[in-house]
């Protein structure tokens, strides 16, 4: 059986959907982005203040939106037009970079007279907007799909072109910054904004699932809470890569370590800002070849426990390559969490419910990068930079041995491509 699916099986499927590739080109340009954004912003706020917890409260400035407007994110993804909130959301950031821009310009007084408060104030602005964006794109995905044997081969290839963009998005931002300036950089990172909401533009409309238990928006939104924590599954792949991000994420103090530690500037900054993105591209793409079907739950387990280890040897690296191999290796590991994790959700979830189950896990996952990145900069202001890095690797592993122990279904998870998973 098994011989015979990987004798039938088509790797590139999804991307013969016409509608999916313009799905996915538009989420590298956005992606593409929001990662140049992140580097220039988090060096420019780490040149004005020379202060470690700048830099978390920058991830902070983006999650609290975020994670407030979460929940009604998700119902609003469940009741409106999912591309009518994915095109006024792209809008919104759009705005965003282009104030970014217009603060860059010599006939802007604005951060000498305010420093970096106009800064975190747009990028406030753009969490609220990528509050509502994850549910709305998550939902509105597998309406372009249709087939759910197609879903895995679909999030393979979705994750593949975010990694792909947040591979070369640092780097040319980082490029972009030290060779052009950061008004040539925040231009670059408008113009990807406008090409991504083109392309939803030329994305026909899709009527929303039907719901056959209609609800108000308060019993709506408890429907699915109660969806996600009353499945072990999804609600302990969830939480474990909630806890490891948040403890081993290293990327919000990248900006130290390549300004203090490694010594190199801020091309130095966007190839580290790029690295884990070439090993979870390199994964990504192995998997579409090769999906994973038995023992899904331990591998997702051992690959975490992988990430820790990555981000401790990070900490005590004072060698640009091998810093940088530790970072990549990092990311092949956190592709195939995510790749099981999305396709878990996607599987599991009753269509009409996705937009609110999304808005679960993107207040669990889709915030903790930059929650881990206030936890980041307070720990590296408590600590030292270097030890708060091997504690939150230390921390991850902690949580994968306590996460093995007591979550027995994910121990046990197997995955068949488009098949619901199996759980004995």
């Not at 999804?234 to 490891?244: E, G, M, P």
């Not at 966007?270 to 998997?287: D, E, T, W, Y």
């Amino acid at each position: 059986m098994k011989e015979a699916f990987r004798a039938t099986h088509d790797p590139y499927a999804v991307l013969r959907l016409p509608e999916f590739r313009l799905y996915v080109t538009a989420r590298l340009c956005i992606t593409l982005a929001m990662q140049i954004q992140a580097v220039i912003v988090g060096w420019q706020i780490y040149d004005i203040t020379q202060d470690p917890l700048s830099l978390g409260l920058m991830g902070l400035a983006e999650a609290i939106p975020s994670i407030v407007v979460s929940l009604y994110a998700g119902y609003l993804a469940d009741m409106v037009s999912r591309k009518r909130i994915i095109m006024v959301v792209v809008t919104v950031l759009l705005l965003c970079s282009a104030a970014l821009l217009f603060f860059t310009l010599d006939a802007s007084q604005v951060l000498a007279r305010y420093g970096v408060l106009p800064i975190y104030g747009v990028i406030f602005v753009s969490g609220i907007a990528r509050g509502f964006m994850g549910p709305a794109l998550f939902a509105f995905m597998p309406q372009l799909v249709v087939n759910k044997q197609l879903y895995a081969n679909a999030i393979t290839w979705s994750s593949t072109t975010w990694q792909a963009a947040s591979l070369t998005g640092p780097a040319i931002g980082g490029l972009l910054y030290g060779f052009a300036g950061s008004t040539a950089a925040y231009a670059a990172d408008a113009t990807l904004v406008l090409l991504s909401l083109t392309a939803f533009a030329f994305i026909g409309s899709k009527p929303l699932p039907e719901n056959t238990n209609p609800q108000n928006m308060t019993e709506s939104l408890r429907s699915g809470i109660r969806f996600v924590f009353g499945n072990q599954v999804i609600l302990s792949a969830i939480s474990l890569d909630l806890f490891a991000v948040l403890f081993g994420g290293a990327v919000a103090l990248l900006p130290i370590f390549a300004s203090d530690i490694l010594q190199t500037g801020p091309e130095g900054l966007g190839f580290l800002r790029a690295a884990p993105a070439v090993g979870s591209v390199l994964m990504a793409v192995i998997m579409a070849y090769h999906p994973i079907a038995a023992n899904a739950g331990k591998k997702m387990l051992w690959c975490v426990a992988g990430f820790g280890v990555c981000i401790v040897l990070f900490g005590l690296s004072t060698n640009f390559w091998f810093s940088l191999v530790l970072l990549a290796l990092s990311g092949a590991f956190d592709s195939i969490s995510v790749i099981i994790r999305s396709t878990l959700i996607h599987t599991l979830t009753p269509e009409y419910m996705k937009g609110r189950v999304s808005s679960v896990n993107n207040i669990f996952v889709g915030s903790s990068n930059e929650i881990g990145a206030f936890e980041s900069g307070f720990t590296a202001k408590l600590m030292g930079v270097v030890p708060a890095v091997l504690f939150g690797g230390v921390m991850t592993l902690v949580v994968v041995g306590v996460t093995a122990v007591k979550a027995d279904k994910l121990r046990v998870l197997s995955l068949d491509q488009g098949a619901t998973p199996e759980l004995a």
